[in-house]
């Protein structure tokens, strides 16, 4: 397992979910969420910067049936343009299921929908990194796939 901070993305069209593993890339906790739009890869940059971050992971969006539509297309952008800004490692890891996973939990934990409404995108960032760091240790290797910038 290689040592370093990974910082988890969940990027949706209104806001980003943000959370952050150890330095031993064990364990994902929810950092922040941040409005999407102007200002936004300023703050995962310094993000990245703050924490001294190995490499960001970002969901990506398929259908249950694996096919990747126009919010895969988004967030391939996206990517993109946060590896060209930071020059380190972008992956991109499948996420299906990732928001109702997160929903279970927080509901498991005693919250309700409506206290959920804040943190629901840290948590769903949460479950996109940790199934990440769990399959990296598994396998040996990095989970997902690395963005190349594009010159």
């Known amino acids: 397992m290689r040592a370093g901070v990974r910082i988890g993305v969940d990027l949706g069209s209104v806001r980003i979910g943000v959370c952050m593993s150890d330095r031993d890339g064990i364990l994902a906790t929810p950092l922040e969420t941040i409005p999407r739009g102007d200002g936004d890869l300023d703050r995962l940059v310094s993000l990245a910067q703050e924490h001294q ?37 972008v992956r991109l890891v499948d996420e299906r299921m990732s928001t109702n996973q997160a929903a279970r939990s927080l509901q498991s934990a005693g919250r309700s929908s409506k206290q959920s409404r804040k943190i629901i995108d840290q948590q769903a960032a949460v479950v996109i990194l940790q199934a990440a760091l769990d399959l990296e240790r598994a396998l040996g290797r990095p989970a997902g796939i690395c963005v190349k910038v594009e010159q």
Do not use: C, K, W, Y
């Open 53 to 89: 971050a190995l490499e960001f992971v970002l969901g990506m969006p398929t259908s249950l049936s694996g096919d990747a539509g126009p919010a895969a297309q988004a967030v391939t952008e996206f990517a993109q343009l946060l590896a060209a800004r930071l020059h380190i490692d």
